[in-house]
């Protein structure tokens, strides 16, 4: 006789699917029994996901949206629930970085920042409360902070992490008499396509660390087999996704008692980053 899978009959929302981190975790759920509903703005790498996902014999929807939009985040658990009745696991994930100095940074990308890394972690918070209180369920909130926020000099970026490491916590006082846990996840360096937005110097120093010859614009995604090459050859400097994944993997999968509050996973070794 089978076991049943950790997540059977659960519903789980990950935000920023579409690559890197969130796509991990996306398929680590579903491969654990969850119905997945992966949000993100490509639909193309998410349909894969939900193909991968379900050749693996579990269950994902695929929904395009921007979380910087608070209709569309609330829009996105209101049809997690609506498909499927409940909602038990919300993963923010979405996030971006524009290094950049404070004194010739661009306001514009400040807001893209705070919207997407912050607002949008907020507004997804609140509305997957809601949801979790509405179905009675023990639900578990991850939010995808950054070993940045351990620095106090790490940029408009760092400060994005600071305040969802502050929300977290706040977030988990709150909701101390229900049964809904937060943990909070601060990644360190790891191979994904955070870095597209850097300036170009460092995304080729990227690429030539990878031993690859492949021209790479800024703000352009990197290959996936760069990225694969980059996790394989540059593991004491970059982490595998994967690895943030099974991190998130073990925290919802706790009996509702246990309260994993913060999770750092990092490489062996360190990497400056720009701020």
């Known amino acids: 006789m089978t076991a049943p899978l950790p997540l059977q009959e659960r519903t789980a929302i990950v935000t920023g699917a579409s690559s890197g981190i969130g796509r991990a975790i996306a398929q680590q759920l579903g491969e654990a029994g969850a119905h997945v509903f992966l ?27 921007d979380v910087r939009d608070v209709a569309q985040v609330r829009g996105l658990v ?10 038990d696991i919300m993963v923010n994930n979405a996030g971006l970085s524009y290094p950049a100095s404070i004194i010739d940074g661009d306001p514009e990308q400040w807001r893209c920042m705070l919207e997407t890394n912050v607002l949008a972690l907020l507004v997804g918070c609140q509305a997957a409360v809601k949801a979790m209180r509405a ?16 620095r106090s000099n790490s940029g408009v970026y760092g400060s994005t992490k600071h305040a969802v490491n502050s929300i977290s916590s706040t977030l988990r006082d709150e909701l101390e008499e229900d049964t ?7 990644p360190g360096a790891i191979a994904t396509n955070f870095a597209r937005n850097f300036d170009q110097e460092f995304v080729d120093t990227i690429v030539k660390m ?36 099974k991190a998130v993997l073990y925290a919802v999968t706790q009996p509702i ?13 360190s990497m400056t980053l720009p701020h």
């Open 39 to 65: 949000a993100g703005r490509t639909a193309s790498s998410m349909e894969e996901s939900k193909k991968t996902i379900e050749e693996a014999g579990g269950q994902a929807s695929v929904v395009v949206a």
């Open 78 to 87: 209101d049809s997690a629930v609506s498909d499927t009745g409940r909602l």
């Open 257 to 269: 008692h246990v309260n994993i509050a913060d999770i750092v996973v990092r490489p062996p070794r």
């Open 210 to 245: 990878a031993g690859m010859d492949v021209e790479v614009k800024k703000g352009e995604r990197l290959p996936p087999e760069v990225l694969d090459t980059l996790a394989t050859k540059m593991n004491q400097l970059l982490g595998d996704p994967n690895d943030i994944a």
């Open 180 to 186: 809904i846990r937060v943990t909070n996840v601060m």
């Open 135 to 150: 179905c009675g369920a023990e639900g578990q909130i991850v939010n995808i902070s950054s070993v940045a926020a351990q």
